[in-house]
């Protein structure tokens, strides 16, 4: 399944039409009547052919519905709300995260917890940060919140642990630096419509 | 005689190894032709194309605890699944599997016994099969298994009657009851075969084939849906599995006589050598069986009875009667 026909499924809007159900026979005659004519209709055999020509389309037209899932995976939606990820600048390679706190005032679960200082050029540095993921019900809001987007959605799905608590650190989640050219940001909520810079009106300033 | 002895025993042997690796082998084909039909892929990860599913299964169900409840009647509930598969492969002994082939110098005869008698101890043998669900229902005191055992008694019996009468109109065709006079009665090639003088027969052989077998139209005896798993429900184990491999052993009598009667048995078809022919025939009966499993739900106990007296046994004696009338005139 490629990612177009994942995103274009409809749900809702298919057509759905009623059978032509013929009433059921209520005399001896009628019943006898129907069971010939669907003996001799043969549409047991349609039944047949339904099943043998999806055998033929599965093996030999590569319809095949399987899905083997830890060696293959599905597309996600784009805009799937899986493990967070912080992100870089992308030209100075330096965090993106101002350290104002939103993220952790807005979040519902209670589920973040952050610690900055003033470094020594009067910047705001983050020195802890972590998501408790036992508690994180991955509702968006710190996405959408987030000034800077900073903290995203990725698309990190297999959240498995031992523990009921899983902290994730600011480290963790941080784009490797090395990897810095392959870093996506997230269209989900709290990200820049495709249509930003039309938007964009120049500030009076600039007349 | 010592050498007819030797020969029958090893006969026998190697239809019980050969018939139950196959049935063993039918569970997985019938595993992957359902899945393919659903478009899945069935087992895949036990070797190769989940070819070493059998031996996983096998090994489950020889180390599984063998398992008999406390209110059940111990020594009944202990043989009914080797009635079962003991029936099965007796039914065998008068099927002959392939044509006529030297080894060593010597020919050897594919059947164990061919007796005059033939198809009627096969049917005899099958219609004994059906103690084996019946006792091992009564036995295990469960409501289930009483169901079970009480729906056997009622398709087998009713099935036999079928099976019997579809087969008189080709027995008095043929005027023997040895399944290999059957197979010399249409040696001419494709257009002898019986099934085009006695389609009506070889339709009706075919459903109350299917009824005997236990397979999917039919399958009431072992419906989980309704009575979890029937006459099966309290075993575990290779109690168990002696069930299925008696089934599996049915459903492949079932296609050895459906192709020896009705389609013309292990006679060469054009350039095709009589024993791949018949192995042809009785793989696509099993196919059969397994696509109609994928095709079709089952029906319900009164609609099974219903088609059983009111459809099928009717139809078979009018089938009787016609041959007889065409026969005589």
């Known amino acids: 399944m490629s990612l177009n026909n994942f995103k274009d499924r409809n749900v809702g809007v298919q057509n759905y039409r009623l059978l032509d159900l013929e009433p059921t026979p209520k005399t001896g005659w009628g019943k006898f009547k129907r069971v010939l004519r669907r003996s001799v209709k043969l549409e047991l055999l349609v039944g047949l052919k339904v099943t043998f020509r999806e055998m033929i389309k599965a093996l030999f037209m590569g319809e095949m519905h399987t899905v083997k899932y830890p060696f293959e995976k599905l597309p996600i939606s784009p805009r799937y709300r899986a493990i967070h990820q912080m992100l870089r600048l992308l030209e100075s390679g330096h965090y993106r995260c101002i350290g104002c706190g939103l993220c952790e005032k807005i979040c519902i679960a209670d589920c973040i917890r952050m610690d ?43 959240v498995a642990s031992e523990q009921r608590a899983e902290y994730a650190l600011f480290e963790d989640m941080l784009t490797p630096i090395d990897q810095l050219k392959n870093q996506k940001e997230y269209p989900g909520f709290g990200a820049v419509s495709p249509n930003a810079d039309e938007n964009i009106k120049k500030t009076p300033l600039a007349y | ?102 080894i060593f110098g010597i020919t050897v005869r594919p059947i164990v016994s061919d007796m005059n008698i033939g198809l009627l101890f ?157 192995i042809l025939k009785v793989s696509f009966l099993f196919f059969l069986m397994l696509w109609v499993r994928a095709a079709w739900p089952h029906v319900r106990p009164d609609q099974l009875m219903w088609l059983c007296w009111k459809v099928l046994m009717p139809l078979a004696v009018l089938n009787i009667l016609v041959t007889g009338i065409v026969m005589m005139v």
């Open chain 2, 1 to 102: 005689m010592d050498g007819y002895i030797i020969a029958t025993v090893i006969k026998a042997i190697l239809i019980l190894a050969i018939i139950s690796a196959l049935a063993g082998f039918g569970t997985y084909i019938e595993r992957k032709i359902l899945a393919f039909m659903q478009r899945r892929l069935g087992p895949m990860h036990v070797g190769p194309y989940g070819l070493l599913q059998i031996a996983a299964d096998g090994i489950k169900l020889f180390t599984k605890e063998d398992f008999i409840p406390q209110g059940a009647n111990r020594i009944i509930f202990m043989i009914a699944p080797i009635i079962t598969a003991a029936t099965a492969f007796i039914a065998l002994a008068a099927v002959p599997l392939l044509p006529e082939f030297e």
């Open chain 1, 116 to 158: 900055t200082r003033y470094d020594e050029n009067q910047r705001k540095e983050v020195t802890e940060y972590t998501i408790n993921f036992g508690r994180c019900i991955f509702c968006g809001y710190c996405a959408e919140v987030c000034p800077e987007l900073a903290i995203v959605h990725g698309g990190r799905y297999e």
């Open chain 2, 122 to 278: 096969v049917i005899a043998m099958m219609g004994v099969g059906l103690y084996g669900p019946l006792l091992a229902g009564m036995a295990q005191e469960n409501k289930w298994g009483l169901i079970g055992s009480a729906r056997t008694a009622i398709q087998f019996l009713s099935y036999e009657v079928v099976t019997g009468l579809s087969l008189l109109a080709p027995i008095m065709m043929v005027g023997s009851l040895s399944l290999i006079d059957f197979n010399n009665y249409q040696a001419g090639g494709i257009s002898n075969w019986i099934i085009w003088s006695q389609p009506l027969a070889f339709i009706l052989f075919l459903i109350s084939g299917f009824a005997e077998t236990n397979r999917t139209p039919f399958d009431l005896l072992e419906n989980e849906a309704e009575i979890i798993s029937g006459y099966a429900t309290e075993y575990s184990g290779m109690r168990w599995g002696m069930f299925f491999i008696g089934e599996y052993t049915n459903m492949i009598t079932i296609g050895f006589l459906a192709a020896l009667i009705f389609l013309g048995g292990f006679n060469p078809l054009g350039f095709i050598p009589g024993g791949i022919a018949i």
